[in-house]
């Protein structure tokens, strides 16, 4: 808008909707960061120095790639895209967070490589918006590929022993009661679901709400996960109408599974109890919830929007959970992030600073 336009009063100036959480983008990013650090102590103490080094090599590998991106636009007299490296650390946290606890080291620096380099720079630099969330893509591409490795037996050793994911779930029966409970045991009988110290033994529904020594490293504790959340996006503004009905949609879908698909003579209450903390607690849900998909250029601006885009990817999670892809939930994530241009024009009508 031109100063003549804003002078002549022919114009309603509107702020923009970030103006309003009361801090730049570096304080929200090193809040973010700070709220994540949480999570991470909270898992490093649940699955332990495996973690920390899943965090480090994460935040290691986005710094070497964020100092060689600024070195570049200094040599060639750029001005540099970040101001500082607090995009960049929340970027390598959440990588960290994201990893499968069993995956290879290689794979979590090779992830942060594509998260920094070509989903972080060269996607806002030169599309100058970030239509896709760096992240979750960079890891939808290491997961698809790693997968074809496995689905295909391209070859053995330790790629099909499960880095992004876990082959043998391709083979569960998660739309049975027989089939869900007899993989929930598998959970109880294959991983020591005690808390050290306090003494305290978990059947396997426990376990996936206060120490899953298993899966995603940012679910150690899924309490924690969802408390920590909470805090973020009440005090940093997150989208929180997003986070509410991605959560409440996974948490009705679950619960129409726990009522539908029975088994034997367990309860109908025990068998939706199970299927809640499988589906909404387990793995990426709850961190991807919170913290991915309330990324602000990804996702959609306006609110009835962002209860379509939560909706959207709890169901497409669900769906992929069912046949066994449990890594889906970072998929579903990428495909309603390209739905985010047709979520916002349906709804956004105005711009801001519109004529009267």
């Given at each position: 808008m031109s100063e003549e336009g804003k002078k002549s009063g022919l114009y309603k100036v509107?702020?923009?909707?970030?103006?309003?959480?009361?801090?730049?983008?570096?304080?929200?990013?090193?809040k973010t960061f700070l709220m994540m650090s949480i999570i991470a102590y909270a898992s490093v103490m649940v699955m332990g120095i495996a973690a920390l080094i899943h965090i480090l090599v994460g935040l290691g590998t986005v710094l070497i790639v964020y100092s060689g991106v600024q070195s570049y636009q200094k040599w060639t007299g750029v001005e540099p895209t970040y101001k500082s490296p607090a995009s960049p650390m929340v970027a390598g946290m959440i990588v960290g967070l994201a990893m499968p606890i069993e995956s290879p080291y290689l794979v979590t620096a090779f992830v942060a490589f594509l998260t920094m380099f070509v989903f972080k720079y060269i996607q806002g630099r030169y599309l100058d918006h970030k239509y896709l969330n760096p992240v979750a893509t960079s890891k939808s591409l290491v997961l698809l590929g790693l997968y074809s490795v496995a689905r295909f037996n391209l070859f053995d050793g330790v790629l099909r022993g499960g880095m992004i994911f876990h082959p043998h779930h391709y083979f569960d029966d998660m739309m049975s009661g027989e089939g869900f409970y007899e993989m929930m045991g598998f959970f109880e009988t294959s991983f020591v679901n005690e808390i050290p110290l306090l003494g305290i033994e978990l059947t396997s529904t426990q376990a996936h709400f206060f120490w899953?020594?298993?899966?995603?490293?940012?679910?150690?504790?899924?309490?924690?996960?969802l408390i920590v959340g909470a805090i973020a996006v009440y005090w940093l503004r997150y989208k929180w109408r997003i986070v509410v009905s991605t959560l409440g949609t996974m948490l009705i879908l679950a619960g129409i599974a726990g009522l539908f698909w029975s088994y034997g003579e367990v309860s109908t209450g025990r068998m939706i109890l199970m299927r809640i903390a499988f589906h909404v607690f387990s793995g990426s849900v709850l961190f991807m919830a919170f913290f991915m998909a309330t990324e602000p250029?990804?996702?959609?601006?306006?609110?009835?929007s962002q209860y379509i885009f939560g909706i959207g990817l709890a169901v497409?999670?669900?769906?992929?959970?069912?046949?066994?892809?449990?890594?889906?939930?970072?998929?579903?994530?990428?495909?309603?992030n390209m739905s985010t241009p047709l979520l916002d024009r349906i709804v956004l009508k105005k711009p801001y600073g519109h004529r009267e």
């Open positions: 509107v702020n923009p909707p970030h103006i309003h959480i009361g801090f730049d983008k570096n304080e929200l990013m090193l899953q020594p298993h899966g995603w490293i940012g679910s150690g504790i899924g309490i924690v996960v250029q990804s996702t959609p601006m306006p609110e009835f497409l999670t669900f769906v992929f959970q069912l046949y066994g892809f449990l890594g889906g939930s970072i998929i579903a994530l990428v495909i309603m």
